[in-house]
């Protein structure tokens, strides 16, 4: 059986990944966690087939102890911090070493260039570029917005019924997706026969979008819809907003590149790229199809969990 590292395993679309790879009783999933004590990290430790590798990004002697033996490994980490670009090369760079080809997050297309001014984007665009530079075995993931991304919100939208946002949300439309989709599609790609998952590793960059196009105010409909409350996006300047992330902590460069994400996205600042909405045919080719709508994803149990009032 294949063996395949999930790392950082206690992420939201990781952790996703080692259930769904679990359940398919085929592979041997590996789970890297940094804390073992961690709440999220029992109920992996608990799955068929998943054995847990304490380790951190920021040791590389753990990483490389944790690639060895692996046939195929998926990487996603915090895109929040200066230290991405170090953290995910020192990981793919090891795995090049174990030969290892990594499946990993990255971030919209729309944000995904050289001279962006979104911290995260170029974060993204350059380590796919270090891969692709050093001809490393490397298929990146590329999502457009991620519906939980109304979590960061949870309290404010609790509290209030209003989620402050630099813009009124009602310009563009996409196909915004469920992170259990983009799980869906990594074991997809990491379950593959040797000759499908060459063709992935050629093509490199895979659009995985959701199935329906909405716009932010819309998805915010369904939230309120399907949490029993109405909710309502509250336009406030991005000046403002960016001043109350860095209240609670957030680093005032990621603060404003989640605010021109919004603002790209809605169609209120000009982006470097275009907004890309199909997902890619090889993708679709093997099969996977995004299976959550907004509404399905407004009544899980995650989000009905972290939105009660």
């Known amino acids: 059986m294949l063996t395949i590292l999930v790392s950082a395993a206690t992420a939201n679309t990781a952790g996703t990944l080692v259930h769904e790879l679990s359940q398919t009783n085929s592979v041997n999933v590996h789970a890297f966690v940094r804390d ?25 002697d753990s990483v490389d102890a944790a690639l060895k033996g692996v046939d195929r490994a998926f990487l996603v980490s915090s895109c929040f911090t200066h230290d991405m670009f170090e953290r995910e090369c020192n990981f793919i760079e090891s795995a090049a070493r174990h030969s290892v080809p990594v499946v990993k ?60 946002y630099p813009c009124a949300g009602d310009g563009n439309k996409m196909a915004m997706v469920d992170p259990r989709d983009v799980a869906r599609a990594a074991a997809t790609i990491l379950l593959a026969d040797e000759s499908k998952f060459n063709e992935f590793l050629q093509e490199r960059a895979i659009e995985v979008h959701g199935p329906e196009m909405l716009s932010l105010a819309e998805e915010v409909q369904a939230l309120s819809d399907g949490i029993g409350y109405d909710v309502k996006i509250q336009a406030v300047p991005p000046t403002a907003l960016v001043d ?38 090889l993708l679709t080719a093997s099969g996977w199809s995004p299976k959550y709508t907004v509404k399905d994803w407004a009544q899980s149990k995650k989000i009905q969990g972290a939105f009660a009032r």
């Open 244 to 281: 109350v992330m860095v209240s609670f902590g957030m680093v005032k460069v990621f603060a404003e590149a989640f605010c021109n994400t919004i603002l790209k996205l809605n169609g209120d600042i000009q982006a470097e790229n275009r907004i890309v909405n199909e997902s890619s045919a």
């Open 105 to 164: 997050v990255g971030t919209a297309t729309v944000l995904t260039h050289p001279g962006s001014r979104t911290a995260y984007g170029r974060n993204h665009y350059c380590i796919e570029a270090f891969a692709q530079v050093q001809r490393y075995k490397v298929v990146v993931l590329r999502p457009n917005w991620f519906m939980d991304n109304l979590l960061a919100g949870v309290e404010e939208v609790k509290a209030s019924g209003k989620l402050s």
């Open 36 to 60: 073992v004590a961690d709440p999220r990290v029992s109920p992996l430790a608990a799955l068929p087939n998943v054995t847990l590798v304490k380790g951190d990004f920021d040791d590389k």
